[in-house]
């Protein structure tokens, strides 16, 4: 089985000569009911931020100023992608490790998630999600 696990999305760009204008609206450009917003400004290059998966929450991240990397696996397939372009999200849906880093002097990396927060769906110890990972890939075969 292969998982998916990201998604590039590219939202319009509707500027004109008074300025830029991006948009992106939940269950159109988003694919779920957008329950969550947040935003990470303020990190340097030495910060690494996320280091879990999430049960039941997806994700988009959009950099709306500056660029991060974000490092995302199923704990066998893992890629990084460069976020730097506010008119570009990362899906990243349930059960995928993130961990966002490189981050530049002016970045803001917003979020949107489709859950409200509970501490409790988040996997923090990746060890333990490696052999969640493995055992539910097994379970396919």
């Known amino acids: 089985m292969i998982r998916e696990l990201y998604r590039k999305l590219q939202f319009p760009d509707l500027g004109d000569e008074r300025g830029k204008l991006v948009v992106a609206e939940g269950e159109i450009d988003i694919p779920f009911p957008i329950k969550r917003v947040f935003y990470i400004y303020g990190s340097d290059d030495s910060v690494v931020r996320g280091q879990h998966a999430n049960r039941n929450s997806e994700f988009v991240l959009i950099n709306v100023a500056g660029s991060s ?27 995928v490790w993130k961990e966002m880093y490189d ?38 075969e």
């Open 103 to 140: 981050f530049s002097p002016d970045s803001v990396l917003l979020v949107l998630a489709s859950t409200h927060y509970d501490g409790s769906e988040y996997l923090r110890d990746y060890d333990e999600y490696r052999e969640m990972m493995k055992r539910e890939m097994e379970s396919f």
């Open 69 to 95: 990397k974000v490092m995302i696996t199923d704990g066998e397939n893992r890629e990084i992608v460069t976020l730097s372009r506010p008119m570009e999200g990362l899906y990243i849906p349930k059960m």
